[in-house]
């Protein structure tokens, strides 16, 4: 420890150390699970004290006593008693050995120069960086803050505290509410009748808001979308019907549901491929420092994209491929890929030109037996049937069965300019894909020496169709043109356009079976390009529909193989303790951005189409109703954190920070799913679980209500249409979120699953407030009105009420 600081000792305190391990071997038993609470190995500062401690931590856990004799046997048989100064250094522990009572104070001696050196090592590291400066200033003031922050979790745990000194506390609370005789004791909702369920969300209570899970996938009606037979329409999808998926699993459409008039963005990728969706669509959006790829809206993409250090490094997955139909080919693949790169398709028999003895070996054993190469003069060769255009006994001719394939296809009598890849082969299988496309490129790519692979064409339409199929097998392509010139006695001509594909895929050497380039791609060691966000622009207003899959990434596959994926009522109950009650919110946003959330509640707290909005179709009484609510919102203590990637210790040190600095009455996170544990553990449900129990003791410790978004499972989408109400088991990912809450509240609008017509029309607008659980509470349910049009949930008219009864808790 002390090389790490050549021109000063660290803090420490080695009397301290000694009094504190002395004290362990007199009175283990009864002082060591103090200890335990209080310190770890790291704390003491030699490595001696560092190695005597996690030896006593070791015969601790096997519940062995703690003592001189066993510390010195167990250190012996590790071969650590030498380098602890023997059995003489033991025994001066324990005449350095402090009593009992004076133990929790050296304890916290020994754990506070411990902090102090974890203070001064990080802040040279903080220092160090900055002279360096290698990252952009707001990521390294980021990151100092997260450092810092990480060393307030080094503080005293409560301990065990007598019944008698509890009941003092809580005789003197019940005598307060005797006196107030008030319904809400806690913090208000807005919501009548929930808070006279819940008596208002209550101080150090970890509260869940659960709904349907965002079904995220809205596209215009006329995108489309890839199915395991080929392309189909959005809005031709039927349940059941089942899609390619990202690696080739099964994946089946479980839910639609229409999404009415809509926005819709166009978002284009670095190789070219694009796709048109809503701005609330999701995306798996992968960065490099991310520990794994989050999910967010188009929106958020696009705000992300405005920063400087997410500029062009924000990037989707790639499917596999692994999907297409079975069906038979009328040509083989590698031949007719060989054919759109090197045939001559416009004469009455297929002309094939190359001067290569193994691509001719390779044409000769890929055509049919009835059929055989004849040379045709230079570098060309015709594909003939060997029984000739006349048989005996038979009139007329027989029909080439090559050429009768090529038009049936599409293909017949095409000249190079023209050609293209026929549907049937777009959407076959995985294998016979990677076959037709290493037959073009056998014919028509090509390696450079510094290891691109290109593919060129004189055919547009033949290139972009490459392009699609290197895409469907997990590749990336991107399609250039070019105008070629020849010089002809001196004169340059312009020629032909031509088309160029950069083609990269994950194992170049696949996309060849000739072995000179073949050969050549083995030595190709190139990073595999992404398909990395490059534009995110507002394209058309249009009907969309949303789709639920099966697959458990949720992802499908749209336009240009490019793979894609509760928070007003929390909003309202913000609006609600920040304007009306004064009370201080910290709202923290993991999925929405800081101006989405401000505009959600303009439109809400004003009662304005949040869609006119959007638009800018307003009038004089909108810029009235907006510019009044506007006053009332910038009066209101409502802080908004929008950092899109948020573990939960620094949640917890941006609540601590907003409750010194300014006070904290509400604790709102959107939402949980986002956010990331401190350690990594083996899966996500354990990360859950550790934020989950975070969050509860940060609601304990800070005293005040930590209200946190969850999506539900789509077991909730799965089942039948009359049992839609969501359960405490469908809260996703880790049932460690049931069992840590306070409180769990679900929300459910019939009108999610029923057609409008299917509904009377006092009903449309009536969503559920469940209360699934309630520690201290009963349970059941709240009915109140959602306005869409403003994103606004209200209480329902007294006559409107529901009757339900409470059921006991």
């Not at 707001?138 to 007598?162: K, T």
């Not at 306070?742 to 057609?755: A, C, E, G, P």
Request: include cysteine; hydrophobic fraction near 40%; proline fraction near 4%.
């Amino acid at each position: 420890m002390a090389a790490e600081y050549p021109s000063r000792i660290p803090p420490h305190n080695l009397d301290a150390e000694r009094a504190v391990l002395g004290a362990v071997l007199l009175e283990g038993r009864e002082t060591f699970p103090r200890v335990i609470e209080l310190l770890k190995t790291s704390d003491f500062y030699t490595d001696a004290h560092r190695s005597i401690y996690d030896t006593m931590l070791r015969l601790f856990d096997r519940a062995e006593p703690v003592d001189l004799i066993t510390l010195t046997e167990e250190l012996r048989r590790l071969d650590r008693l030498d380098a602890v100064g023997g059995p003489a250094a033991l025994a001066l522990l324990v005449e350095h050995a402090s009593i009992a009572a004076h133990l929790s104070s050296y304890a916290s001696i020994v754990r506070d120069m411990a902090v102090l050196r974890e203070l001064i090592s990080t802040s040279t590291q903080i220092i160090g960086q900055a002279f360096e400066a290698k990252e952009d200033v707001q990521s390294l003031v980021d990151e100092a803050e997260r450092r810092i922050f990480g060393l307030a979790e080094r503080r005293l745990e409560g301990s065990a505290v007598p019944v008698a000194k509890i009941l003092k506390n809580t005789f003197e609370y019940i005598e307060q509410l005797y006196e107030r005789k008030e319904h809400v004791t806690g913090v208000a909702t807005g919501f009548a009748k929930l808070d006279e369920m819940t008596s208002g969300l209550q101080p150090s209570d970890f509260i869940i808001i659960a709904g349907r899970p965002s079904m995220g996938k809205a596209q215009p009606l006329d995108a489309e979308v890839k199915t395991v037979e080929g392309w189909k329409r959005m809005g031709d999808l039927r349940l059941g019907d089942e899609l390619a998926s990202v690696d080739g699993r099964r994946s089946v459409v479980s839910g639609i549901f229409p999404q009415g008039t809509s926005a819709i963005f166009r978002v284009t990728f670095s190789d070219g491929r694009a796709a048109e969706c809503t701005g609330d669509h999701l995306w798996r959006v992968h960065y490099r420092g991310w520990r794994e790829p989050r999910t967010l809206s188009t929106e958020r993409v696009a705000e992300l994209m405005r920063r400087v250090r997410y500029r062009h490094r924000l990037w989707i997955d790639t499917p596999s491929g692994e999907h297409g139909h079975q069906g038979a080919l009328p040509i083989d693949p590698w031949l007719l890929g060989a054919l759109l790169g090197d045939g001559d398709l416009s004469g009455s028999s297929v002309r094939f030109s190359t001067a290569d003895p193994e691509m001719i070996e390779r044409v000769r054993d890929r055509i049919e037996p009835a059929f055989a190469l004849h040379p045709a003069g230079g570098s060309d060769w015709r594909i003939v049937q060997t029984a000739g255009a006349h048989q005996k006994g038979l009139a007329g001719v027989v029909p080439n069965a090559l050429m009768s394939a090529l038009r049936t296809l599409g293909l017949g009598d095409v000249r190079s300019e023209e050609k293209f890849i026929p549907d049937l082969y777009l959407h076959a299988s995985r294998n016979a894909r990677l076959e037709l496309l290493s037959g073009l490129m056998d014919t028509d790519g090509w390696v450079e020496r510094w290891g691109s692979v290109r593919f060129g064409s004189t055919s547009e339409r033949l290139a972009h169709g490459v392009a699609e199929l290197v895409r469907s097998l997990g590749g990336w392509c991107s399609v250039r043109s070019r105008r070629t010139t020849s010089t002809y006695q001196g004169a340059k001509k312009s020629g032909r356009r031509a088309f160029v594909c950069n083609v990269h895929y994950p194992d170049a050497k696949d996309l060849f079976q000739l072995s000179s380039k073949r050969g050549r791609a083995l030595t190709t060691a190139t990073r595999q390009p992404r398909p990395v966000f490059v534009s995110i622009e507002p394209a058309r207003t249009a009907e969309a529909q949303c789709i639920a899959v099966t697959h458990p990434s949720r992802l499908y596959i749209t336009d240009d193989y490019v793979v894609t994926h509760n928070t007003a009522f929390a909003l309202n109950i913000a609006q609600n303790v920040g304007v009306k009650l004064r009370g201080k919110v910290l709202v923290l946003s993991l999925e929405m951005s800081a101006p989405q959330l401000v505009q959600r509640m303009l439109c809400s707290e004003a009662k304005v189409d949040a869609q006119a909005v959007r638009t800018g179709h307003l009038n004089s009484g909108d810029w009235h109703r907006l510019t009044a609510a506007a006053g009332r919102l910038s009066e209101a203590a409502i802080f908004i954190d929008d950092s899109p990637v948020l573990t939960v210790l620094e949640a917890r040190a941006k609540s601590r920070r907003m409750k010194a600095e300014h006070g904290l009455d509400l604790v709102i996170i959107d939402y949980l799913q986002l956010m990331r544990g401190r350690a990594q553990l083996e899966n996500r449900q354990q990360e859950i679980s550790e934020i989950s129990r975070s969050l509860k003791a940060l609601a304990k410790e800070l005293n005040v209500p930590v209200v946190g978004l969850s999506q539900l499972s789509r077991a909730v989408e799965a089942r039948s249409q009359t049992e839609h109400k969501p359960q405490l088991s469908d809260l996703r990912e880790s049932g460690a979120l049931e069992q840590d809450a306070d409180v769990i509240l679900f929300l459910y609008r019939q009108s999610l699953y029923k057609r409008k017509d299917e509904l009377p029309p006092d009903r449309q607008n009536i969503a559920e407030v469940i209360i699934g659980k309630q520690r201290n509470g009963p349970i059941g349910s709240v009915e109140v009105v959602f306005l869409a049009q403003y994103a606004r949930f209200e209480d329902l008219a007294a006559e409107y009420r529901s009757t339900q009864a409470l059921q006991p808790f």
